[in-house]
Every structure is written in structure tokens, then in C-alpha cells.
């Protein structure tokens, strides 16, 4: 459950780009204002790349198994079109044979 649960939210682009640009711009902040330690800026900044990076990835993914699938289909609709032209043509076919 957790699993789909992170997935789902990795694949929502307005969330995981809201968590990215908060989490770097946290980061940033408390580099500017020297809030912070000098090493939790520079992680928040890491973690905010690494989640924007996720997105991409999640997101070129998603795109790629929904072309596969698109071929897939067509795929699929070309030879339901043939396999319909064949059975015309037999039935075609006997039509003429029983006319003669």
C-alpha cells in the first residue's frame, strides 16, 4: 500500500514539483539567511534535485508505456481490419460460386 501510495503521488507532476521547489527553496532560505547548520542546506537542495529528477523519470516512463500501448492497439485494430477484409473476401467469395 505505501508503495502505490508514493507512486501515485510520484506520478502527480503538481504535487512531486510543489514538494521539489518547497524543499529548495527551504534549503536556499536557510543557506541565505544562515539559519542552519552549513550541511542542511545543501541537502535539502540534493533532495529537492533528486525529487525533481524522479518526476522526469516517472514521467518519460509513463509516456513510454502509454506509446507502447498505443502501438499495441493499432497494432491490434490493423489485423482486426485484414482479418475482416479476409472474411469479405471468402464470403464474397462464396457468393459468386452459389450465383453461378
Not at 543557506?31 to 524522479?54: C, N, W
Not at 502509454?66 to 490493423?78: D, L
Request: charged fraction near 25%; glycine fraction near 4%; hydrophobic fraction near 50%.
Amino acid at each position: 500500500m505505501p508503495r502505490e501510495l508514493i507512486a501515485e503521488l510520484a506520478q502527480n507532476p503538481k504535487i512531486a514539483i510543489s514538494v521539489s521547489a518547497a524543499t529548495s527553496t527551504v534549503g536556499a532560505g536557510t543557506k541565505f539567511f544562515d539559519l542552519a547548520t552549513e550541511m542542511l542546506p545543501l541537502l535539502s537542495v540534493f533532495v529537492g534535485i533528486l525529487v525533481s529528477i524522479v518526476v522526469i523519470v516517472v514521467q518519460i516512463c509513463d509516456m513510454l508505456r502509454k506509446n507502447r500501448e498505443h502501438k499495441a492497439a493499432m497494432i491490434r485494430s490493423e489485423l482486426e481490419i485484414e482479418i475482416l477484409r479476409q472474411k469479405t473476401k471468402v464470403l464474397e467469395e462464396i457468393d459468386r460460386m452459389a450465383g453461378d
